[in-house]
Nanobody, 119 residues
Framework: QVHLVESGGGLVQPGGSLRLSCAAS????????MGWYRQAPGKQRELVAT???????NYADSVKGRLTISRDNAKNTVSLQMNSLKPEDTAVYFC?????????????WGKGTLVTVSS
């Protein structure tokens, strides 16, 4: 089994910063893409940022220049540094990873961590 566990969510004022982290554990042979998605109340889940195993990032237009994704392949972790946060960034943030086990590759998701941007 594979598990993804997020941490770092919380309440922050507009213009503030937060750092989300996610650790993958379990029967992992290797990890392909990792990333973050978010789901705001009443909206569909959307891409925030992804990063390849080689470290190439991809961002949603709405977060470019404010959010930075990074990963540590040795520790099977992915992080999201969020700066200049806006109220519209309020959402549950989900960690994602495409993981190779011994026999197959599969998408895995964390349970989510809530980020609230409000004064």
């Amino acid at each position: 089994q594979v598990h993804l566990v997020e941490s770092g969510g919380g309440l922050v004022q507009p213009g503030g910063s937060l750092r989300l982290s996610c650790a993958a554990s379990g029967s992992i042979f290797s990890i392909n893409d990792m990333g973050w998605y978010r789901q705001a109340p009443g909206k569909q889940r959307e891409l925030v940022a992804t990063i390849t195993s080689g470290g190439r990032p991809n961002y949603a237009d709405s977060v470019k220049g404010r959010l930075t994704i990074s990963r540590d392949n040795a520790k099977n972790t992915v992080s999201l540094q969020m700066n200049s946060l806006k109220p519209e960034d309020t959402a549950v943030y989900f960690c994602y990873a495409n993981i190779n086990t011994r026999y197959y590759a599969m998408d895995y998701w964390g349970k989510g961590t809530l980020v609230t941007v409000s004064s």
